[in-house]
């Protein structure tokens, strides 16, 4: 697939049909790959890569890459096409200067993950089926695919690309996934053990904003973080309700637009399972409004800004056990 | 820093009964920016704002809390006092210490303590406070009433004798409403006819009126004042400025079979029709769905009958694009469909009729010639039994109203008298819950039913009604006050059917972003003291789109709702709502969250230039808000991701300000 993916892009900005290509480059470990931009072949020859370790979503990146002149080339897996789809509905992609490649997934571990299990000297890591093979210093490992995988990719949503221009490899299906499990099973504690659960998990952050700042849906020009006017910013820091609070906020800002990738979860060096609020948002989304995915249809009206007469009331929260 | 003054009204005892009015003054002396505090019985009377005007001028104060009565009363009167003392009016915020704490508690301890935290959430925003300066719009001098029944007529006759142009929409043929179905009306017993076909022509003659009939509104933009229509005005095949009435078309017309809706389907009329002889515009018709000519392609008689070439096969819907400065809602009724009230035969049996049928069963112009005659079989009925509240005063069955339909016990009533005034040979039983006659000359006119035409009231509901084989009604029913079972042998049963807003009423309400009840009637600004406007600026309401009336109810609302917009008409310029939404360009994402939730299509975007810090230029997509179309509902500085979007005088930081100050410990 790598080759593919090269190959197609010398093409293209050999043609001049596109002026850049947004990939992934190999850093100083294997697993230390991140995004970046491609002007020429020798860029690519030297750097670009397309392996188990690809996680991280490009679409945000095309906010600012396409607003420059000429054409951008993104690689976009399935997951991602969910939050390219979700920009352009918001007008924050210039869509007429991407050029789209759908290229399909399945499912990227991590550094963070591999280590966690015990892997250390990692060369390299291939998966074929439900075997994973990591390669390291001190020879090949072999681990369950299930054991290596986050669980955005266990539960993943979709193998089907919502939009591209052209595709490499076959597309794939919408899944019948089970990634509202955990959000059920948070649903049934009892408020205070609910509570308490979320206060052990935010009490880690160290307030880094990188989860903010993956988040393909927090491209706000100036977020109110940073915004002293916002009459937030302060709030956020008052006490060691701090980060608590700081995360609440973001998952409301959010709400109604996330698309699931799990890349805050991702990036989160405190291994906070943060997209878990935003999948319980979609959760109520659903139940309350009708089946909706952000990102799955750039035509479809957001519930919470689209009104009908079929629209839960307020009172749904004290119906739903809420405290009165 | 602002030097601010605070107001605490005891409102007689209203608020001092439950709230210590010196503890709140005194209390709020020491907030901060604070410069003066007294209380005072009457803030709203002419003393009252007297104190208000010395202490701004005395004290130099820059921003004024008033701890009184729910803004919607008083914040104008002492928006206007602040503004003769020479503050800007929006530099005045009210805490309402009345509705949401005096009235509501009866702990005077506890009542002070919230009265406190009302004030300082007041201050606290009074601190953030900007003078606002309102701007103003053009009225368009011209009126749209949407419906053309005696509600609509009568609002036009009115707002048109004032000297201002209006527009008669309505979607039947003809003007005229219900009404035109009516033969005679309580309680004077005039013919419905004879009080209202004046009426219709007087519209038809006036030169400010145009009607626009067999039309419906397509879309409303705009607000009060500036309201901007598209009216369809459907096809008729027919060229309304060539057709003379003649009829000669709707006598030829081979198709003979169609459902007159005029007489409720109780007789036929052809495809080509005028709905009766008074109709106005008093021009033809032809129905596309049973015509065939434009069906098949094959027949066009009436094209070769017409001696004044009207008909048009081609005619095609006509958009019409007008401006107006008010709208008059005036959708009217409809009767409740009965098809869940099987116990009483209504689909059974042809002699089972609904009320306003039963008006066309007595009306000269109708299907019998104004002869009694049982739909069945077309002989003289001897027993009528009249059904009371059909769907009216229902419990929550999910088959009827909950509310009175208000017009039924007169109504039968009339039915019952003039039935027994022409056949003394019938036998008449009326079934009620209750009869509720108020109103003028009411009562006496149900009294006279009773004691001068002997017709038997009987207090009880019809459980049965079952058409036997040999064309009788089986009624079985109870006798409350006597406490047993009756059994009526009847050749006719007439149902009381409730009365429901016109189903046209709930889109157009989406339309107008007019609101409604539960019930789809339009909401009133005040159940009592602005009983004729809606909520929405610039629409008013006019007859039974607002709830059940009878005819001269309808025609006194008629005409306040007319003197509403005569008196909005009147205007040359608008003064326009200061508290705007204003977008801040520089944070704005362009992500159209706003546009979406805005309900007054304010909000705009534009892709516009931009000097970047790096000191390159970039084009961003940003919101922009008509200042003249936002009404402040603030809908879009929620869904603003980013926090771009904000209200002038309800703005971000000035909300957050309160809540922090309500949230303070003491």
Redesign the interface.
């Given at each position: 697939m790598q080759e593919m993916m090269i190959a197609k892009a010398r093409e293209l900005l050999k043609s001049g049909a596109v002026q850049r290509v947004l990939g992934w480059k190999a850093g100083e470990f294997a697993y230390d790959v991140e995004p970046a931009v491609f002007e020429s072949a020798q860029e690519l020859e030297k750097s670009f890569v397309y392996n188990d370790f690809c996680g991280s979503n490009l679409s945000k990146y095309l906010i600012a890459q396409s607003?420059k002149e000429g054409k951008t080339l993104v690689f976009l897996k399935p997951c991602d096409t969910y939050s390219f789809s979700q920009l352009l509905a918001?007008?924050?992609i210039v869509r007429e200067n991407v050029y789209a490649i759908g290229i399909p997934c399945q499912g990227k571990t991590d550094g963070e993950t591999l280590k966690g299990k015990g892997f250390t000297g990692i060369l390299s890591a291939q998966c074929e089926g439900d075997t994973f093979t990591v390669h390291t210093l001190y020879g090949d490992k072999t681990a369950a695919r299930a054991d290596v995988l986050p669980e955005r990719c266990l539960n993943c949503k979709s193998k089907k690309h919502m939009i591209y221009d052209e595709l490499l490899g076959e597309d794939g299906e919408v899944l019948d996934s089970h990634r509202f499990d955990m959000v059920e099973k948070l649903e049934k504690m009892t408020p205070d053990e609910r509570f308490a659960f979320w206060r052990g998990e935010l009490s880690r952050c160290i307030r880094c904003n990188a989860c903010r700042n993956v988040c393909p849906a927090c491209?706000?020009?100036?977020?109110?973080f940073d915004?002293d006017?916002?009459?937030?910013a302060q709030?956020a820091a008052a006490d060691s309700f701090e980060e608590n609070m700081f995360h609440i906020i973001r998952a409301f800002?959010?709400a109604g637009?996330c698309t699931d990738c799990g890349e805050c979860s991702r990036v989160c060096p405190q291994n906070i399972p943060l997209h878990l609020l935003n999948r319980k948002f979609i959760k109520d989304i659903n139940e309350l409004y009708g089946a909706y995915q952000a990102g799955e249809d750039p035509d479809a009206?957001?519930p919470?800004?689209?009104?009908t007469m079929n629209d839960a009331e307020p009172g749904i929260v004290y119906h739903r056990g809420g405290n009165q | 820093m602002q030097r601010i003054g605070v107001f605490v009204c005891w409102c007689g005892s209203n608020i001092a009964a439950t709230v210590d009015v010196a503890a709140v003054s005194d209390t709020l002396k020491n907030e901060p920016g604070v410069v003066f505090s007294t209380n005072y019985q009457y803030m709203c009377s002419e003393s009252g704002q007297n104190i208000l005007k010395d202490a701004i001028r005395d004290y130099q104060l820059t921003g004024v809390v008033i701890c009184s009565c729910s803004p919607r009363m008083h914040e104008a009167t002492f928006r206007k006092a602040a503004a003769a003392a020479g503050l800007n009016p929006y530099m005045v915020e009210i805490a309402n210490i009345r509705e949401q704490c005096s009235w509501i508690h009866k702990d005077k301890a506890a009542g002070t303590e919230k009265a406190i935290i009302l004030g300082r959430a007041a201050i606290a925003k009074v601190h953030l406070n900007a003078p606002l300066t309102a701007g103003e719009s053009p009225v368009t001098k011209r009126a749209l009433v949407i419906g053309g029944g005696i509600a609509g007529i009568q609002t036009a006759l009115d707002i048109a004798e004032a000297g201002f142009e209006v527009d008669i929409v309505e979607k039947q043929p003809t003007i005229g409403g219900k009404m035109t179905q009516l033969d005679k009306t309580f309680p004077t017993l005039d013919c419905a006819a004879c009080i209202l076909t004046p009426k219709m022509v007087d519209c038809a003659q006036n030169e400010n009126i145009s009607i626009y009939a067999y039309s419906e509104v397509e879309e409303v933009k705009g607000f009060v004042g500036n309201f901007h229509v598209k009216i369809r005005k459907k096809a008729r095949y027919v060229d309304t400025t060539k057709c003379t009435g003649c009829g000669l078309c709707t006598e030829k017309c081979p198709v003979k079979k169609v459902s007159n809706e005029f007489n409720l389907g109780l007789d036929n009329r052809r495809a080509v029709y005028i709905p009766f002889a008074q109709a106005v515009p008093k021009v033809a018709t032809i129905d596309a769905d049973h015509c065939n000519m434009l069906k098949s392609g094959k027949c066009g008689l009436c094209a070769k009958v017409c001696t004044a070439g009207a008909i048009d096969y081609k005619q095609k819907d006509e958009i019409i694009d007008r401006e107006y400065g008010a709208i008059v809602v005036a959708t009217g009724y409809q009767p409740i469909a009965l098809d869940k009230y099987d116990e009483f035969a209504y689909s059974q049996s042809k002699d089972v009729v609904t009320s306003l049928e039963f008006e066309r069963l007595t009306n000269a112009a109708g299907p019998t010639g104004g002869t009694l005659l049982r739909p069945s079989d077309g002989t003289h009925p001897h027993t009528l039994v009249f059904v009371q509240c059909v769907g009216s005063r229902c419990e929550d069955d999910g088959r009827g109203k909950s509310y009175c339909s208000k017009i039924c016990c007169m109504y039968t009533a009339k039915h019952a008298m003039l039935v027994r005034e022409k056949y003394p040979d019938t036998e008449v039983y009326v079934f009620y819950i209750d009869v509720r006659t108020p109103g003028k000359n009411f009562d006496e006119f149900y009294r006279r039913a009773v004691e001068e035409y002997g017709v038997h009231y009987i207090k009880g509901m019809v459980g049965k009604v079952a058409p036997r084989a040999d064309g009788k009604l089986m009624v079985q029913a109870c006798d409350l006050l006597a406490n047993e079972q009756l059994h009526i042998e009847a050749d006719m049963v007439i149902l009381a059917a409730a009365i429901e807003p016109d189903p046209s009423a709930r889109h157009l309400a989406t339309m107008l972003t007019a609101s409604m009840d539960t019930n789809d009637f339009f909401t009133e600004a005040h159940p009592k003291l602005r009983p004729v406007e809606s909520p929405t600026a610039g629409i008013f309401l006019s007859g039974v789109c607002q709830g059940p009336k009878d005819i001269p109810e309808t025609v006194s609302q008629a005409s306040a709702a007319a003197a509403k917009a005569i008196g909005l008409l009147a205007k040359n310029k608008l003064t326009c709502n200061p508290c705007v939404a204003h977008s801040d360009e520089w944070m704005c994402n362009g992500c159209s969250a706003c546009e979406k939730v805005c309900p007054y299509g304010a909000i705009t975007y534009m892709d516009k230039e931009f000097r970047m810090p790096d000191r390159t230029t970039a084009i961003r997509r940003v919101a922009s808000v008509n200042p003249a179309v936002c009404q402040g509902c603030g809908a879009c500085t929620v869904a603003c991701p980013s926090g771009a979007m904000d209200l002038d005088g309800f703005s971000n930081s000035q909300i957050m300000a309160e809540v922090d100050a309500i949230c303070k410990m003491k």
């Open positions: 607003r918001e007008h924050r491209t706000c020009e100036k977020c109110v915004n006017a916002s009459g937030i709030k800002h959010v637009r009206k957001s919470l800004t689209d009104y | -």
